[in-house]
Structures are given as structure tokens and as C-alpha cells.
């Protein structure tokens, strides 16, 4: 039997590509509503539903990055996070 032998750099290059595919940076909305009309806002021009994220969602987004290379986490992106009813800051 023989066995095959695995370069130590290839193992290292697969890990490293592994967690340079992760995102550094994660926005998450957790709401696409907003009270606003800000002049520079591009919101008004969105076609999708006006919602609020679940928890359950946002929980899952936080179990799934744990341990994850990541940089920064913005709690918003198209909408006011604060109207989102099942959260408190
Ligand atoms: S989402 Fe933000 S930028 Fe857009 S209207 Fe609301 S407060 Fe203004």
C-alpha cells in the first residue's frame, strides 16, 4: 500500500482559501422599513416587500458566524433596524 503524499503548503492554501471566502464584512437588514425619506436614500426605489428579519433568522446569521473571520457586522442595510418590533437596543 502506498501512500499518498499531501504537501503541507496545498493543505495550507486550501484552509486559507476557505476563510478568504467568508465575507469580512456583513450587513444584515434587519428591516426594510423606515419612517424616513432621506434625499440620497435609494429605499424608495426597492420593489420588495416591506419586512421585518424574524429572529430566529438572525439568530441562525450569528450561529453561522461564529468562529468566522470576520471584520465588521452592520446591523442594517436598506431600512431603519429600529423599527424591526422584536428587537431592543
Ligand atoms: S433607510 Fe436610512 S437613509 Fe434611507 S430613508 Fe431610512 S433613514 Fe434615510
Same mark, same amino acid.
Given at each position: 500500500? /502506498? $501512500? !499518498? +503524499? !499531501?504537501? %503541507?503548503? *496545498?493543505?495550507?492554501?486550501?484552509?486559507?482559501?476557505?476563510?478568504?471566502?467568508?465575507? +469580512? =464584512? *456583513?450587513?444584515?437588514? $434587519? /428591516?426594510?422599513? #423606515?419612517? /424616513?425619506? #432621506? !434625499?440620497? #436614500?435609494?429605499?424608495?426605489? *426597492?420593489?420588495?416587500?416591506?419586512?421585518?428579519?424574524?429572529?430566529?433568522?438572525?439568530?441562525?446569521?450569528?450561529? &453561522? #458566524?461564529?468562529?468566522?473571520? %470576520?471584520?465588521? !457586522?452592520? *446591523?442594517?442595510?436598506?431600512? &431603519? /433596524? =429600529?423599527?424591526?418590533?422584536?428587537?431592543?437596543?
Amino acid at each position: 500500500m /502506498s $501512500l !499518498i +503524499k !499531501i504537501p %503541507l503548503g *496545498l493543505i495550507g492554501n486550501i484552509i486559507k482559501a476557505r476563510k478568504e471566502r467568508f465575507p +469580512k =464584512l *456583513l450587513s444584515i437588514e $434587519l /428591516s426594510n422599513a #423606515c419612517n /424616513s425619506n #432621506c !434625499i440620497m #436614500c435609494p429605499r424608495a426605489d *426597492l420593489t420588495r416587500k416591506i419586512q421585518h428579519m424574524p429572529l430566529q433568522i438572525l439568530e441562525k446569521i450569528i450561529r &453561522d #458566524c461564529q468562529r468566522k473571520p %470576520l471584520k465588521k !457586522i452592520n *446591523l442594517f442595510w436598506f431600512g &431603519d /433596524s =429600529l423599527t424591526n418590533p422584536k428587537l431592543s437596543f
